[in-house]
């Protein structure tokens, strides 16, 4: 049995439990409440329904019916999808512009497309390392992408390094950013000395690529990059915004291009 069945079972234990003292509450109203005339005997609570009586009942009806609670869980389930699916299509509403048009975002495939992916990603994220072959194949395959790469260090002082690098980077050479990101994601474990090194082969002079590194900027934009984690519930990586949907997890190219293709059809 599933955590989530179990904590379903315990509320609906709960559930009736509060149900069935009510009924015998209810009774005990409508027996105290209830005209009797002259000489009549009022019946007593004992001959009501008591709380134990109710609780036998629904006992027994559950021990005979056990699916009720697999389809009452299935059903909180469903709620709450769908609860979180609005309460993330308001937070993409109110926060477009920080999410697919932040100016400090690197971007790949076409600057210009009509139709934008964005990857929240750590350098140190193996299931990002995984999931670079999916954006590479969708941005050579369709010319109208445009993918935005969203620094998000979450795994260790090494990521946050490395990411304030790439951040400099980007500053310095952004015609070069998609050779950047590809040799560090794809190296080996990213730290400052790699990142900075990586920077190096591509062109970029230390000392210019070292002043720029203290930008305070760099700091306001990953804290500007948590928040916006934090509304769209993002707490792992890669996690991506397409569209009016937030997609968590490298679930493959597939997976992406459906919901392009999805987005593209919302617009």
């Given at each position: 049995m599933?955590?989530?069945?179990?904590?379903?079972?315990?509320?609906?234990?709960?559930?009736?439990?509060?149900?069935?003292?009510?009924f015998?509450?209810?009774?005990?109203?409508d027996l105290?409440?209830?005209?009797?005339g002259?000489?009549?005997?009022?019946?007593s609570l004992?001959?009501?329904?008591?709380r134990?009586d109710?609780e036998?009942?629904?006992?027994?009806?559950?021990?005979q019916n056990?699916?009720?609670?697999?389809d009452?869980?299935?059903?909180?389930?469903?709620?709450?999808?769908?609860?979180?699916r609005?309460?993330?299509?308001?937070?993409?509403?109110?926060?477009?512009?920080?999410?697919f048009?932040a100016?400090?975002?690197?971007?790949?495939?076409?600057?210009?497309?009509s139709?934008?992916?964005v990857e929240?990603?750590?350098?140190?994220?193996?299931?990002?390392?995984?999931?670079?072959?999916?954006?590479a194949?969708?941005?050579?395959?369709?010319?109208?992408?445009r993918?935005?790469?969203?620094?998000f260090p979450?795994l260790g002082p090494?990521s946050?390094?490395a990411?304030?690098v790439?951040?400099?980077f980007?500053?310095?050479a952004?015609?070069k950013y998609?050779?950047f990101?590809?040799?560090?994601?794809?190296?080996g474990r990213?730290?400052?000395?790699?990142?900075i090194a990586a920077?190096?082969a591509?062109g970029?002079?230390e000392?210019a690529?070292?002043?720029?590194?203290?930008n305070?900027?760099?700091?306001?934009a990953?804290?500007?990059?948590?928040e916006l984690?934090q509304?769209?519930?993002?707490?792992?990586?890669?996690s991506y915004?397409v569209?009016?949907?937030?997609?968590?997890?490298a679930?493959?190219k597939?997976?992406?291009?459906?919901?392009?293709?999805l987005?593209?059809?919302?617009?």
């Amino acid at each position: 049995m599933s955590k989530a069945i179990a904590l379903g079972i315990t509320g609906v234990a709960v559930s009736f439990a509060m149900l069935a003292a009510g009924f015998v509450a209810g009774n005990r109203s409508d027996l105290n409440a209830a005209p009797y005339g002259a000489g009549e005997a009022q019946p007593s609570l004992a001959s009501a329904v008591s709380r134990s009586d109710v609780e036998a009942i629904v006992r027994d009806y559950l021990l005979q019916n056990p699916e009720i609670l697999t389809d009452m869980q299935a059903e909180l389930e469903d709620r709450q999808r769908e609860e979180q699916r609005l309460a993330l299509l308001d937070a993409i509403g109110n926060s477009s512009d920080a999410i697919f048009n932040a100016a400090y975002d690197g971007v790949v495939g076409n600057p210009q497309g009509s139709t934008t992916v964005v990857e929240f990603f750590d350098y140190n994220c193996g299931f990002c390392k995984r999931a670079y072959d999916d954006m590479a194949a969708l941005v050579a395959d369709d010319s109208d992408l445009r993918f935005v790469l969203k620094e998000f260090p979450i795994l260790g002082p090494d990521s946050q390094k490395a990411h304030i690098v790439s951040m400099a980077f980007r500053t310095l050479a952004p015609e070069k950013y998609g050779d950047f990101h590809r040799t560090l994601l794809m190296g080996g474990r990213a730290t400052e000395a790699t990142a900075i090194a990586a920077a190096l082969a591509l062109g970029v002079d230390e000392a210019a690529l070292r002043e720029e590194m203290k930008n305070p900027a760099i700091a306001d934009a990953f804290n500007e990059t948590y928040e916006l984690a934090q509304q769209l519930a993002i707490t792992g990586t890669p996690s991506y915004v397409v569209g009016q949907e937030v997609v968590f997890g490298a679930l493959g190219k597939a997976v992406l291009k459906e919901k392009v293709e999805l987005a593209r059809a919302q617009n």
